[in-house]
């Protein structure tokens, strides 16, 4: 099976004192957020169904879940594709160390990807205490897709992340968890289309789409009556979505248009690499100056710098490092209203941590 071995190895063991003193000082407050956290990893593989659309079958996904653990060894984590040594199966959860509980960091995939692409990412976000999870989305998997894609995959994707994270609230392993406080990140296909449509994004085109299937594969039917209210309903989006990292992917303005964007009131972090669409990323940058918007742009980095890693043009773990201090500083920041001098001073661009990264606002 394939093995993942997508970043430096995290810390074996918590801190022994982790949950001992809550009240005055939180101990997360001590983890550096540009480097792996102190806990070993634990995760879990979950089968959900559910029914999307009620003229439809039932859907079942898998969802994977990454979490802190106390424990040192076990079996390596059980993806549908491959296995993972960094993270043991079904590990018991460590205590959160968060005063409201564990906070979520929420993720999708890309185009004919699978929820552990990101695994370095997601590990990272479990070794600092956080719950990280991600769908599965069926029918668009690497050994499961439909062609064409149909329009309801884009309706499907969106409730398979809301799923993910009502089946989350349910999970007697995490008794308080964050779940109205989520941190949502999407690779590629899953940051064009899932982050912005979760995170609010209006469907400004969805009319156009459904009349003439302009932005659709080719072969793919026309929304049917269902598909488009659902499209405009407003129910693809989540109010427990108070942050987003769409990563190698601009915004699709063949469902949300010119507009559409405006509608996200959340801050974002927009994440590229010069080796992928250089010129569309910064386009893309500038038309979001309205909003509350962070451009991290890495030099050499290619599409799957912000996933397996498979890029030639820029080292492979200098770019994870990039990527997992950055989006950490941004989730302490907004997910956790941490008032930290280094995390705003990296976030504000008057530090550069790296010369390879390069962080705006427009």
């Not at 499209?231 to 987003?244: E, K, T």
């Not at 910064?282 to 980095?301: P, Y």
């Not at 950490?328 to 550069?352: P, V, Y």
Request: hydrophobic letters at 35%.
């Amino acid at each position: 099976m394939l093995i993942f071995l997508l970043a430096c190895a995290e810390k074996t063991s918590p801190l022994d004192s982790a949950v001992s003193n809550q009240t005055e000082n939180p101990p997360w407050l001590d983890y550096a957020f540009q480097e792996p956290g102190p806990f070993p990893i634990g995760h879990m593989r979950i089968t959900h169904q559910y029914t999307p659309i009620s003229t439809q079958p039932a859907r079942e996904i898998e969802i994977d879940i990454w979490y802190p653990t106390s424990e040192t060894s076990g079996d390596p984590a059980q993806y549908i594709y491959g296995t993972d040594p960094l993270a043991f199966s079904d590990a018991s959860p460590a205590k959160a160390v968060h005063h409201n509980g564990y906070p979520v960091h929420l993720h999708s995939h890309g185009y004919r990807g699978f929820g552990a692409t990101s695994a370095n990412l997601m590990r990272y976000f479990a070794s600092h205490g956080w719950v990280s999870i991600a769908p599965n989305h069926t029918n668009n998997l690497l050994g499961d897709h439909q062609s064409p894609l149909p329009v309801s995959h884009f309706i499907h994707r969106q409730l398979d992340l809301q799923e993910s994270l009502t089946l989350l609230e349910t999970l007697p392993e995490f008794d308080t968890i964050q779940i109205h406080n989520v941190l949502m990140s999407g690779h590629s296909f899953g940051a064009s289309y899932s982050t912005w449509g979760i995170g609010g994004a209006s469907y400004d085109n969805a009319n156009y789409l459904c009349d003439t299937g302009d932005g659709l594969e080719d072969g793919a039917e026309l929304c049917t009556d269902i598909e488009r209210e659902w499209l405009l309903s407003g129910n693809l989006a989540d109010p427990r979505i108070q942050a987003i990292i769409p990563m190698a992917g601009t915004i699709r303005t063949t469902f949300f248009g010119d507009t559409g964007h405006q509608s996200v009131n959340t801050p974002i972090l927009f994440l590229s690499g010069t080796e992928d669409g250089h010129a569309s990323a910064q386009q893309h940058a500038e038309n979001m100056a309205e909003l509350d918007f962070l451009w991290l742009s890495l030099e050499g980095g290619c599409h799957q710098s912000f996933a397996l890693g498979q890029c030639s043009t820029l080292d492979v773990e200098l770019g994870f490092q990039i990527v997992n201090a950055y989006t950490m500083a941004f989730a302490r920041k907004t997910i956790l209203q941490e008032d930290n001098a280094t995390i705003s001073s990296w976030l504000d661009g008057s530090i550069q941590a790296y010369s390879e990264a390069t962080l705006t606002r427009p």
